[in-house]
T-cell receptor, first 112, second 109 residues
Framework: DGGITQSPKYLFRKEGQNVTLSCEQN?????MYWYRQDPGQGLRLIYY???????QKGDIAEGYSVSREKKESFPLTVTSAQKNPTAFYLC???????????FGSGTQLSVL | GQNIDQPTEMTATEGAIVQINCTYQ??????LFWYQQHAGEAPTFLSY??LDGLEEKGRFSSFLSRSKGYSYLLLKELQMKDSASYLC??????????WGAGTKLIIKP
């Protein structure tokens, strides 16, 4: 089935630890995005990539890093510099007639 | 600054009709999306409006007035499965998506 796979569903981070969230897609979309969702707030853009080997910072990139070595994959690393990482993280691709977003099922990251 | 306003929470009765409003102040406008999100799940696409007027799709309709910076999502014949958050998002002049905080819709029997 075509779609976006995010893993893991739940992730726990210890103090000072880096963690990586996986996002894989087989929709053949060029554009991929990482969003952070906190209760009571709109989705906030962390990073996005329009093409392989290229990515841009979004509104809240500090404390995060990404790579785009393959069209299908756009992993997000939450570094120890991100002091408040607890949130729901959503990966998305864009495609179709109106470039609507297709979302993965999300990863809930919590701090131990 | 750019801003999108939606009510935080609404309650409606099964079988009834509910209208969820979205007002926006953005630097330019290139379209508006509505998404549905069940708790802990991915948002799913509901509608896209770029011209003024009403777009109907089954039980759901979306309306846009660009001059008023206003949209609404109309849900008819409400079902319990419609209990979810509804997210409004606007594409600004730089083709960036600006998201509202979402409206949590509670359906009661």
């Amino acid at each position: 089935d075509g779609g976006i796979t995010q893993s893991p569903k739940y992730l726990f981070r210890k103090e000072g630890q880096n963690v990586t969230l996986s996002c894989e897609q087989n929709l053949n979309h060029d554009a991929m995005y990482w969003y952070r969702q906190d209760p009571g707030q709109g989705l906030r853009l962390i990073y996005y990539s329009q093409i392989v080997n290229d990515f841009q910072k979004g509104d809240i990139a500090e404390g995060y890093s990404v790579s785009r070595e393959k069209k299908e994959s756009f992993p997000l690393t939450v570094t120890s510099a991100q002091k408040n990482p607890t949130a729901f993280y959503l990966c998305a691709t864009a495609g179709g007639e109106v470039e609507k977003l297709f979302f993965g099922s999300g990863t809930q990251l919590s701090v131990l | 600054g750019q801003n999108i306003d939606q009510p935080t929470e609404m309650t409606a009765t099964e079988g009834a009709i509910v209208q969820i409003n979205c007002t926006y102040q953005t630097s330019g406008f290139n379209g508006l999306f509505w998404y549905q999100q069940h708790a802990g799940e991915a948002p799913t696409f509901l509608s896209y409006n770029v011209l003024d007027g009403l777009e109907e799709k089954g039980r759901f309709s979306s309306f846009l007035s660009r001059s008023k910076g206003y949209s609404y999502l109309l849900l008819k014949e409400l079902q319990m499965k419609d209990s979810a958050s509804y997210l409004c998002a606007v594409i600004d002049s730089n083709y960036q998506l600006i998201w509202g905080a979402g409206t949590k819709l509670i359906i009661k029997p």
